[in-house]
């Protein structure tokens, strides 16, 4: 389980913990294992279509926290992956390049399916010397894939900060 250190000295956030794990262990943790199972999907799939394409990638994080890097990309330059989340965020992916991603309960198997057709996609566009020529930039996290009208106030609002 991730646990974040933002509310580190706050009662709620704690409470609000201990009355998550408690539903959790009710339901036998089904969905502690769903969000592991539709992790390790997404890692398997992305590290097979990166492969596939001729990316040299690395999955890490655990499998409901996954993050894609980039080998040649140094930490705090990463613009190989900046494109590739932008690509994804045209497709309607949500994805950040410099932070892990967090898989949920909510996660269908279809969603993850619907993420690695766009994937597919985006390192095609990656691995063209065209694509490997443009640098992306955003600031973007999930992983749902977005509804239309969300996908259009997506579209403008990167276009805005073009």
Known sequence: MFASGTYWLSAPPMAAALATLDALEADSCKAL????????????GLEEMGQKHGLKLTMSGPPAMPLLTFDDEQPLHRPQGERWCTLMAEAGIWLHPHHNW???????????????????????????????????SNHLIGILPLQADQLLELQHVLAMAA
Do not use: C, P, W
């Open 102 to 136: 967090y898989i949920t309960a909510s996660h269908s198997s279809e969603d993850i399916d619907r993420t690695l057709q766009a994937a597919d996609r985006a390192f095609a566009v990656l691995a063209s010397q065209e694509g490997r020529k443009s640098e992306g």
């Open 33 to 44: 294992l769903h969000m592991q199972e539709m992790g390790r999907k997404l890692i398997f």
